[in-house]
């Protein structure tokens, strides 16, 4: 008999949750593939090591953008490769699988999710939306009759919603996350600094002396570039007190889609989410003193949630328990109502 699997399909990483077992994979969604053969060499993490280092003929790729797929062979061969890790030959016992995705994913996207998962392997596949997969990851009981408010930041998109009574009351998902942040801290290199930094080289950045808020002690790291007025190799010293100017649109861009949202709510839940505050989950929910920041701007408490980059995949992964009342491929937990998580 196939397993059932949860699949968080981000576009930084891939997190794969087998029912009774929790998180068997956590890897880079990261491609390395031979141009001349059209083989796969390495997926995951030694694929991501070859990111910006590998010779002509191989080129080490993304398949996923903004949260949905732009590469779909690449994405196809990607999943069932995990599968394939994560419960054996899918073609001899074919698990169920629920892939979570971003809630303003198009009809075309979905189909092009479903397409490549059961072209995988996959028996049956379902859809989750994102901040619902988030909500129930990070412990809230989405299904009593009170507002909740969830803020996912992964690499590709960051996805905002309020839930209650089980579904999604209002959402609204831009694509504006850790990706963006990287290129943010790219731009003001170059631009004050006059050094051009590699994607992986900035994410280090990010991780290390990354913040939207002030920290108590600045922190400084050096990082390698190549120097556009000389040319050459250059080390220039990065304080995390310039982070903040670095992230100032993007994070902007965040904070004015959380208010977005907060508009659009009911009245009725208002009140919910100023007494059980708003959880950010997602990698990108790191980044040091964000949720000071969305607190600020929004006057509401805001926590980072426990474990909060593998809150989609254990939140997929529980939904596994309701998957005999989600219809296959569907995609709106909210026309669902389910019973309870």
């Given amino acids: 008999m196939g397993k059932d699997i949860g699949i968080d399909l981000g576009t930084a990483t891939v997190l794969v949750y087998v029912k009774g077992k929790g998180i068997v994979l956590k890897e880079p969604s990261v491609v390395a593939i031979d141009k001349n053969t059209d083989k796969i060499l390495k997926v995951g993490r030694e694929a991501q090591q070859m990111l910006g280092r590998t010779p002509g ?28 890790r994560a419960c054996g030959n899918p073609f ?13 994913i198009t009809e075309v996207e979905e189909r092009a999710v479903v397409d490549a998962a059961t072209q995988a392997g996959a028996k049956r596949t379902y859809l989750i939306e994102e901040p619902v997969a988030a909500a129930i990851g990070a412990g809230i009981d989405i299904s009593r009759p009170e507002g909740h408010m969830v803020v996912d930041i992964g690499g590709g998109t960051t996805d905002i919603a309020v839930t209650s009574l089980g ?23 170059r631009r004050k600094h006059k050094v051009l930094i590699g994607e992986r080289t900035a994410e280090e950045i990010k991780i290390k002396v990354g913040s939207a808020w002030p920290h108590d002690e600045p922190k400084v790291i050096e990082v390698k570039g190549r120097c556009l007025i000389q040319g050459l190799p250059r080390v220039v010293r990065i304080s995390s007190t310039e982070i903040p100017d670095a992230l100032e649109e993007p994070l902007t861009a965040i904070a004015e889609a959380v208010c977005s949202v907060i508009e659009r709510t009911p009245p009725e839940l208002i009140g919910d989410i100023l007494y059980n505050g708003i959880v950010m989950t997602g990698g990108g929910s790191l980044l040091h003193g964000l949720d000071k920041l969305i607190a600020g701007v929004t006057g509401i408490k805001t926590m980072v949630a426990d474990k909060a980059v593998s809150c989609v995949a254990v939140g997929t992964g529980k939904s596994l328990d309701h998957i005999s009342v989600i219809p296959e491929g569907a995609i709106n937990l909210s026309r669902q109502r389910l019973s309870r998580y």
Avoid: H, W
Wanted: charged share 25%; glycine share 6%; aromatic share 10%.
């Fill in 57 to 84: 003929n191989i080129t080490a790729i993304r398949p996923l953008r903004d949260g949905v797929i732009s590469q779909y062979e690449i994405t196809l061969r990607m999943i069932q490769y995990f599968i394939k």
């Fill in 92 to 104: 001899l016992f074919k698990p169920r699988v629920i892939i979570c995705v971003p809630s303003g």
């Fill in 167 to 189: 579904g999604v009351v209002v959402s609204e998902s831009i694509k504006v996350a850790g990706d963006k942040f990287d290129e943010a801290i790219i731009r003001y290199v």
